[in-house]
């Protein structure tokens, strides 16, 4: 079997990744949203439009400082 993330050899300890590295990298992928399925529900159209909302106000009402 082939790692999921880089294609080398899967490791029984990191099935089905070849390492931890990967594995985690994985993890990550899950974890931002890289992973999540599309859906055409009105009712999670709204709410996903609802949390931009939010999110844009919240952005508004932070200080931005420029490095």
Same mark, same amino acid.
């Given at each position: 079997?082939?790692?999921?993330?880089?294609?080398? @050899?899967?490791?029984?300890?990191?099935?089905?990744?070849?390492?931890? =590295?990967? !594995?985690?990298?994985?993890?990550? +992928?899950?974890?931002?949203?890289?992973?999540?399925?599309?859906?055409? @529900?009105?009712?999670?159209?709204?709410?996903?439009?609802?949390?931009? =909302?939010? !999110?844009?106000?919240?952005?508004? +009402?932070?200080?931005?400082?420029?490095?």
């Amino acid at each position: 079997m082939s790692c999921l993330i880089c294609g080398g @050899d899967a490791q029984k300890t990191h099935q089905p990744f070849c390492s931890k =590295r990967c !594995a985690d990298i994985d993890l990550g +992928k899950w974890l931002n949203g890289a992973y999540a399925v599309p859906s055409l @529900d009105p009712e999670d159209i709204e709410n996903a439009s609802e949390e931009t =909302r939010r !999110a844009l106000q919240m952005e508004e +009402k932070t200080p931005q400082t420029r490095h």
